[in-house]
Structures are given as C-alpha cells and as structure tokens.
C-alpha cells in the first residue's frame, strides 16, 4: 500500500494470490471498501450488487468508449479498429446493437439447437472414449468456437485453423500487459478471413448469420463490412474463452461438491439450475471496466472524470444482501435471479442465450454419459487474469456408465 492510498487494505487484480481465491477480497471489498481506490493501478472498484448493478445501468456517467478492460493494451480500446460496439457508447453502440440484433435473433440461436448437439457430440464422444483427457483442450476449448463458426457459416474444413487462430487472440504471455505479436497476428489473420467470407457472402447469400447481417436494414441505415467484420471478432474476443471458461468451472465445483454433481446425474432437469449456479458462484467474466465520463459523488468520495471504474461481477454474484449463502455451491438454490454476470442494461450480454443453450447441452450429454469422474489434480492449471476466470487445463478420468 502507497502512502496516498486510504484504504484498509489492498486489492490488486494481477496477484495470481487473488486469482488462486478472489472471494475473499471481494468480501472485505464489500464490507469495509465498498468503494475502493487503487492509486498505484490507477483504478476505482465497486464490489457491492447494487452498486455493480447501477454501474452497468449507469451510461450517463460510466463510459465504455474507451475500453472495458482494466489492462490499458486489451482489445477494449482498439475498437476504432475493430469496431467493436462493446467499447463504444449510444448513440454509436445502439445503431450497431440494433442492426446486428436483426440478423443475430433469439430466433436464429434456438434453432442451433440441433446442430449444437452434433458438435458436441463430434468433441465429446472421442474424449469419453479414452477415458482419462483434458476437459479444456479436448472440449471445453473446442465446442464455443465452433458454435460461433457454424452461427457465421465457417465452412467445416476451415473450423480447425479459425479455432487456432482465436485462440491465439486471447493467447497471454506472463507478465505483459501488451496483446502479444501472435495474438495481434492471428487477429489480423482472422479479421483477413472474416473479409473473405463478408466479400464472398455479398456475392452469394446464404443462409448464415454473415449473409443475415449483410441484409439488415434499419431506415435504410446498413452495416458496412468492416463494421460486420468488427462484430464478428467481437464474437470472437466475447464469446468464446468465457464459455469455454464456464463449462470447465462447471466440472471443477461439481467435482468438488460430488454431492452436486449426484443431484444432476439423478436428475438431468437440473442441469440449467448447474450452469446458472457456476455462473453465479464462480463465473468466467469477473471484471468489466467503465471510464468516469464525469466526477462522481460516492460513499462521501469523489471519482475525478476520467478515472477507471471496475464492477465487480464475481463479486456481485457472492452478495449476501442477494444471495442467502452465497458462499455455497448449491445447484438447486432458489435465489436464482439477478445474476451480475451477463451485465445489465444497454450492453447486457448479446450472446448470453447462446452461452446457456451451448453449455446446457454440453453439461447434459456429459451427465447423461459420466457417472463419475475424478480431477487429475496435478495437472490442473488455472489462467491468470485480470478478468477471464476458469481453467487453462482441467485433466480427468471418467467412468463412463
Ligand atoms: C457483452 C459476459 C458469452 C457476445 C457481455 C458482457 C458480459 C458478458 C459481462 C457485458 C460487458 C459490458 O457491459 O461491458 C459473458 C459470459 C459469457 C458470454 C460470462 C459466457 C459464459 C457470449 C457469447 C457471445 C457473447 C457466446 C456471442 C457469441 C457478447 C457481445 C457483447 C457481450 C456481442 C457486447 C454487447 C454490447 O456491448 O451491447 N458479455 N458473455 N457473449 N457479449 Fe457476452
């Protein structure tokens, strides 16, 4: 703690101590700092669910234009380059949302259903086979990003490759707050590929969401391709490591509470209440990063404009003003709702129907195959973040039934 610091005590979202365990910090956060300031990290912290909850709502005053990541170098702020609407604020970001909403419908994600099902069968079905595997590399790692492709029209034999290549994007090296030479490399691999298939679509539709969005049309107002390019990397950056993240944290408190896990293989109803629970308890997006458009009044304090603001998601998730217990891993809890980890308000979480479809089917094949499986303890190994939390390997032996 720096002199200039006021509070009781620290908070540093890089130490891999807090990674290894952040709940408890987030406790003290709430209690004694609900408004805590880090001058040395130049950032502001809000822990409690009312104040994260309004902070998400809060537009006016809590800017996401410029980036919403606490790292100053995270793809956040490149979004005059990727045209990432997740980084910008209305009016900008409600044209694109909405247009993009025209082509990426409830609509179109329901009717996945069956082809999410044959992905995750084509990924599940050889790694149960060998009976000991890595959860992460076999599946977890695979399954999102090829929903995401099969939603965009990725040809089959090109999936393997646009899957190395965002993988690559989020790919961190220890230490470096920069996006590393491969991920700036594979990103601009990526945004080449994307052109292709947006040049290729315009020249002959298809049914898949590119050819959706290349058609969307509010007042004659339309997307450009690179703004349809953008969102297909926004995808990308968004929606896959934080589900491939969830569906891992998912096997890992379940196989720490095998009483849980007992109560979803009796009854495979209950997988839904098992993916909100994880999302709740220990989900796979924990902090999200606002900019103070303006001074802001909190707690007797005064946030100078222009100062970094953090919401707390995992922390939200664990309020007890919210959640009775929140400590525990209870999968048929009845305190499901307000749930901070899709966000709230004008950029709640575009694709959060699409991450509960995808994981519950994933985590009900398993269950309807698995019995029982065991954690390969020693070869577990967590990612160190300042916001994606889960498992970068998650080894373990099924017993199949
Ligand atoms: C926004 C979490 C999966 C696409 C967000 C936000 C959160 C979040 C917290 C709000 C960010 C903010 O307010 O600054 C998650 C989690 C997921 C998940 C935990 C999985 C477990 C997905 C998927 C997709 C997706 C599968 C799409 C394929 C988006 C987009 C936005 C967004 C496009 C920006 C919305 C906007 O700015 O209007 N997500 N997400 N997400 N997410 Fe997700």
Not at 25 to 35: E, S, V
Not at 216 to 224: K, M, P, S, V, Y
Request: aromatic share 8%.
């Amino acid at each position: 703690m720096t002199s200039a610091s006021l509070e009781p005590f620290t908070f540093d979202p890089y130490d891999y101590r807090f990674h290894d365990d952040p709940y408890p910090t987030y406790q003290r956060l709430r209690a004694d700092a609900p408004l805590f300031h880090n001058p040395e990290l130049d950032f502001w912290a809000l822990s409690r669910h009312s104040d994260v909850i309004a902070g998400f709502r809060d537009n006016g005053r809590l800017s996401s234009a410029n980036g919403v990541s606490l790292d100053p170098a995270a793809w956040g702020p490149h979004a005059h380059r990727t045209m990432s609407f997740l980084a910008m604020d209305d009016p900008r970001h409600l044209r694109m949302r909405r247009l993009v909403y025209k082509g990426f419908t409830p609509r179109r994600v329901t009717e996945m259903d069956n082809r999410i099902h044959e992905l995750t069968l084509e990924h599940l079905e050889p790694a149960l086979a060998r009976g000991t595997f890595d959860w992460i590399e076999d599946f977890a790692g695979k399954l999102p990003m090829d929903v995401i492709s099969e939603l965009m029209g990725v040809p089959g034999p090109d999936r393997a490759e646009v899957r190395r290549l965002a993988d690559l994007v989020v790919h961190r090296e220890e230490g470096v707050l920069d996006v590393p030479v491969p991920a700036i490399e594979a990103a601009l691999n990526l945004i080449t590929y994307y052109g292709d298939m947006v040049a290729d679509r315009r020249r002959s539709p298809t049914e898949d969401l590119t050819s959706a969005l290349l058609d969307a049309e509010i007042d004659g107002d339309r997307l450009t391709d690179e703004e349809i390019i953008g969102f297909m990397f926004l995808m990308v950056v968004a929606g896959n490591e934080t589900t491939t993240k969830l569906l891992g944290n998912a096997l890992y408190w379940a196989a720490r509470n095998p009483a849980e896990y007992a109560k979803v293989v009796a009854d495979a109803d209950l997988v839904p209440d098992w993916v909100e629970e994880t999302l709740r308890y220990d989900t796979s997006s924990q902090i999200v990063a606002r900019s103070a458009a303006t001074d802001i009044e909190m707690y007797g304090r005064t946030i100078p404009a222009g100062a970094k603001v953090l919401l707390l998601i995992g922390s939200a998730n664990r309020d007890a003003d919210v959640f009775e217990d929140g400590d525990s891993y209870r999968i048929d809890r009845a305190d499901k709702g307000n749930l901070a980890s899709f966000g709230a308000g004008v950029h709640f979480c575009l694709g959060a129907h699409l991450a509960r479809l995808e994981t519950t089917i994933a985590l009900r094949e398993f269950v309807s195959r698995v019995r029982d499986y065991r954690l390969v303890e020693s070869g577990i190994e967590r990612v160190h973040s300042t916001n994606v939390r889960g498992f970068a390997t998650l080894p373990m032996t099924v017993e199949v039934r």
